[in-house]
């Protein structure tokens, strides 16, 4: 069994029971500059003319809000109603064992939590959690690498920190929204009104959004999901157009 005594895994923050905690390691404090530099690099050694080999290369669009803010919703909305994005999520690393159907590569790519733990310790990871002991989720630079090379824009759908560190380390590559609810007490009022969650838990919930709520200023778009068909609209245009000078 290997031991690890990186910081990366000593310094790991604990996720409470109402949310997925990511983790930042050293590399996200890279300037896009450095990111720009290592992705030239590697176009040179796959075309000696220093050219890329991809006609277009994809970019990356950053999803954060409460839980109830109505973000799901408005994701799932631009990728079915809109192709032309060419949005598609990126596909995270679990330790978990599949489920039903589930098939490597496609939902998922699944690793031991050895393997996983290993991947930590080479600064694999764009980001990871461990969700409880041994079960960890994660993205590998690699595989948002392969998809941007590709041509996809990669879509993450993560929590504040998650959508901070990607933001830190892609830079003007990718493009953050916040989808923010009216107010605190309309958010309630959502939570009380899809009637599966507990009085406690709608509790702990409201209290994460007013910690998440804080981080709102630190992305580049802000939405207001007063009305639903409005923050469609505004969160299209900010996309459209973020992509249209990538």
Request: charged fraction near 25%.
């Amino acid at each position: 069994m290997l031991k690890f005594t990186s910081d990366k895994l000593n310094n790991k923050i604990k996720p409470n029971a109402s949310t997925r905690q990511h983790i930042c390691s050293p590399i996200h404090q890279l300037k896009s500059t450095q990111i720009n530099s290592m992705t030239m690099d590697n176009n040179q050694h796959n075309n000696p003319n220093g050219q890329s080999s991809a006609q277009h290369k994809g970019a990356l669009v950053i999803f954060s809000a409460p839980s109830g803010s109505g973000k799901s919703t408005i994701i799932n909305w631009l990728m079915q109603s809109h192709p032309e994005l060419r949005l598609a999520f990126s596909i995270s690393c679990t330790s978990r064992s599949p489920r039903g159907t589930e098939q490597h590569g496609v939902e998922y790519f699944f690793l031991s939590p050895e393997e996983f733990r290993q991947r930590i310790a080479n600064d694999e990871f764009l980001e990871y959690e461990e969700v409880y002991s041994d079960r960890f989720y994660g993205t590998l630079k690699e595989q948002v690498q392969r998809q941007l090379e590709a041509g996809q824009n990669v879509v993450f759908d993560v929590d504040v920190k998650g959508g901070c560190n990607i933001k830190r380390f892609y830079g003007d590559k990718a493009l953050s929204i916040f989808i923010q609810p009216p107010s605190v007490e309309a958010l309630r009022k959502r939570l009380e009104g899809r009637a599966t969650d507990a009085p406690e838990v709608i509790n702990d919930r409201i209290a994460r959004a007013e910690y998440e709520l804080s981080f709102a200023s630190q992305f580049d778009r802000v939405i207001v999901n007063d009305d639903l068909e409005t923050a469609k609209s505004e969160t299209l245009e900010a996309i459209t157009t973020f992509l249209s000078r990538s």
